[in-house]
Nanobody, 123 residues
């Protein structure tokens, strides 16, 4: 199994920035990719970004492209999500998860999930 722990969430004003971290432990050698998802109250969980562990190839959803950057540090088994120019619509619980090498946007294809970290963007 793989254990994931997210951190870095909080309250920020619109236009501000946050950096989320996701630390992985356990059987991390089997991890092919990592993804970030978010879920706002009353809404379905949606894909935000993903990164392939081997070569760093990334994928973003259109609403975050240009504002969010996903990266990884293999030495620390950690994935980051740098979020800039935050908008109130970005308010949600953010989750990281381990996923397949194809960088899919489908949550059910991701295997292990963290507990999530709350991001709140105020006007």
């Amino acid at each position: 199994q793989v254990q994931l722990v997210e951190s870095g969430g909080g309250l920020v004003q619109a236009g501000g920035s946050l950096r989320l971290s996701c630390a992985a432990s356990g059987r991390t050698f089997s991890t092919q990719a990592m993804g970030w998802f978010r879920q706002a109250p009353g809404k379905e969980r949606e894909f935000v970004a993903a990164i392939r562990w081997s070569d760093g190839v990334t994928r973003y959803t259109d609403s975050t492209k240009g504002r969010f950057t996903i990266s990884r540090d293999s030495t620390k088994n950690t994935v980051y999500l740098q979020m800039n120019s935050l908008e109130p619509e970005d308010t949600a619980v953010y989750y990281c998860a381990t996923g397949p090498v194809v960088l899919t946007t489908t949550p059910k294809l991701y295997q292990y999930w963290g507990q999530g970290t709350q991001v709140t963007v105020s006007t």
